[in-house]
């Protein structure tokens, strides 16, 4: 529904005929379209995460992981902001949606990173992070990457994106070396 007409113009009843449910079914589990559509955000940003997580099981380094990750991250956001064009830029345009979908993401998107980054320590390819600084660093990490993502979305070419996560990404591993 969200996709064809994005959230503005989407309706519960819409939703129940789509899902083939009746409209008490849909409210029995949803107050609102607004819940309906959060859990939607929920599970779209855990499948980009956990395709974006396979994406690191065959690199070695650090550097490949965290490249891998971030690129394939990256390219599953822009293709669900292709499918969801309306949706997509309703998000972008400031709506109370964009805060709970960059919220839930940076959750997520945080938990993967510190055990990429552990596993990096563990495995003594960098310098010991203790855990509190590890947290802060994480936090660093994934803020300054969203910003590198951010232009992905303001029009960006992808082949400077992909430099520019690149870049941050060696000068970080070289930087925990």
Same mark, same amino acid.
């Given at each position: 529904?969200?996709?064809?007409?994005?959230?503005?113009?989407?309706?519960?009843?819409?939703?129940?005929?789509?899902?083939?449910?009746?409209?008490?079914?849909?409210? /029995?589990?949803?107050?609102?379209?607004?819940?309906?559509?959060?859990?939607?955000?929920?599970?779209?940003?855990?499948?980009?995460?956990?395709?974006?997580?396979?994406?690191?099981?065959?690199?070695?380094?650090?550097?490949?992981?965290?490249?891998?990750?971030?690129?394939?991250?990256?390219?599953?956001?822009?293709?669900?902001?292709?499918?969801?064009?309306?949706?997509?830029?309703?998000?972008?345009?400031?709506?109370?949606?964009?805060?709970?979908?960059?919220?839930?993401?940076?959750?997520?998107?945080?938990?993967?990173?510190?055990?990429?980054?552990?596993?990096?320590?563990?495995?003594?390819? @960098?310098?010991?992070?203790?855990?509190?600084?590890?947290?802060?660093?994480?936090?660093?990490?994934?803020?300054?990457?969203?910003? @590198?993502?951010?232009?992905?979305?303001?029009?960006?070419?992808? /082949?400077?994106?992909?430099?520019?996560?690149?870049?941050? @990404?060696? @000068?970080?591993?070289?930087?925990?070396?």
């Amino acid at each position: 529904m969200f996709r064809l007409h994005g959230y503005t113009k989407a309706s519960m009843d819409d939703i129940a005929r789509l899902a083939v449910k009746s409209r008490t079914t849909v409210y /029995k589990y949803y107050n609102n379209k607004d819940q309906v559509l959060q859990d939607f955000i929920i599970l779209e940003i855990k499948t980009i995460i956990e395709t974006a997580t396979q994406a690191i099981v065959q690199s070695a380094s650090l550097e490949s992981k965290l490249i891998s990750y971030t690129s394939k991250k990256l390219e599953m956001i822009q293709q669900a902001f292709d499918i969801y064009a309306i949706l997509a830029n309703e998000i972008l345009e400031g709506s109370s949606h964009a805060a709970f979908f960059r919220t839930h993401l940076s959750k997520l998107e945080a938990i993967v990173m510190k055990a990429i980054f552990q596993y990096s320590i563990d495995q003594k390819e @960098i310098t010991y992070i203790s855990p509190d600084q590890l947290d802060f660093f994480v936090s660093v990490i994934t803020l300054s990457l969203r910003g @590198i993502e951010q232009d992905a979305f303001c029009g960006s070419p992808d /082949k400077l994106l992909e430099q520019r996560l690149q870049w941050l @990404i060696g @000068i970080v591993v070289r930087g925990l070396k």
